[in-house]
């Protein structure tokens, strides 16, 4: 699902995953139990989750239960169950990375499918990783492990550099619990000076029928991203946290739209993929081939995702 806010000077592509039981349902901090811990902090001491961190785990984990009941959150990349075909692959693509499904209008996020133009990083990405100080080690060694290994995965499939860092990051991924995202406002009005506040309750007040969401910078709107941020709720059992991460990451690369007609895709509200799939690697192939240009409009992107879908589909041959 895709938002679309305008700020001055600025754009930010906000998108996010949103459930319901049948389907995907330097600034300091105050107090020590909502701030971040740095990316290499050693420490012992994990502050206490509230009530209601607590309250969303048990409701989380009912979600995912209920989700694998019906089949859905599939690990499989797909297979002769879900073909597509060159046409399926290009209409998809166009949906996926030239429309908008939500906008901002009076500081209200609404939904409006609208025409967009092709957006992608241009520069290599510097990704860091900040955890919520109440997420326990192990979950943080989990999630990292997840996030770096993933991070290689899109680089190799894209030939984007994106690499690991520990400081001057433009994509930021944050791992936090229900008390540490409330308290995010200062920490994302420093990483994306001059969001509008719209953008900034999205995160901050965000419900919890938005299971994760990620954000991306176009300065001067002309389709090149230079700063992301993604949320990533702490309070997700594994499987749920780690299709969050998947499908996240790859918007905040530029495949920023749901489509329900995508199959086999993470793209795709149902929740019926929970991790990328191969056809989402062919959307990613797509979105970063060299004549694949930022700024181009569905007109201009169709004809060429044609040119390359093909080629991509012959060497599956």
Avoid at 50 to 68: H, I
Wanted: aromatic fraction near 6%; proline fraction near 5%.
């Amino acid at each position: 699902m895709t938002i679309g806010t305008t700020t001055i000077a600025k754009h930010i592509l906000l998108a996010a995953c949103l459930g319901g039981l049948a389907a995907c349902d330097p600034a300091l901090f105050p107090d020590s139990t909502v701030s971040m811990l740095p990316d290499d902090a050693e420490t012992e001491v994990v502050a206490e989750r509230s009530a209601e961190s607590l309250a969303l785990s048990r409701y989380y984990a009912r979600v995912q239960a209920g989700l694998l009941t019906q089949g859905l959150l599939r690990q499989d990349g797909g297979g002769p169950d879900v073909p597509f075909t060159t046409r399926n692959l290009v209409d998809n693509f166009v949906r996926i990375a030239l429309f908008d499904e939500y906008t901002s209008v009076n500081g209200r996020i609404i939904a409006q499918q609208t025409s967009s133009q092709l957006r992608k990083w241009v520069s290599p990405v510097r990704m860091k990783v900040e955890f919520g100080a109440s997420i326990p080690e192990e979950q943080r060694l989990t999630d990292r492990g997840n996030i770096v290994s993933y991070a290689s995965r899109l680089s190799r499939i894209s030939g984007l550099p994106i690499r690991q860092t520990t400081e001057n990051a433009n994509f930021h991924v944050f791992v936090v619990n229900e008390d540490e995202r409330r308290a995010l406002a200062p920490r994302i009005r420093q990483i994306l000076p001059g969001i509008d506040e719209g953008a900034l309750r999205t995160v901050v007040d965000m419900p919890r029928s938005t299971f994760c969401l990620v954000f991306a910078l176009d300065p001067g709107d002309k389709g090149t991203y230079s700063q992301a941020l993604a949320i990533i709720r702490g309070e997700h059992p594994d499987l749920l946290r780690l299709s969050c991460i998947h499908e996240e990451i790859a918007q905040g690369l530029g495949l920023s739209n749901d489509s329900p007609a995508a199959r086999p895709s993470v793209f795709n509200d149902d929740e019926e993929f929970g991790l990328l799939t191969t056809h989402d690697e062919f959307l990613l192939r797509i979105l970063y081939d060299p004549r694949m240009r930022p700024g181009m409009n569905e007109i201009e992107a169709r004809e060429q995702a044609e040119l390359i879908a093909s080629e991509l589909m012959d060497g599956q041959s």
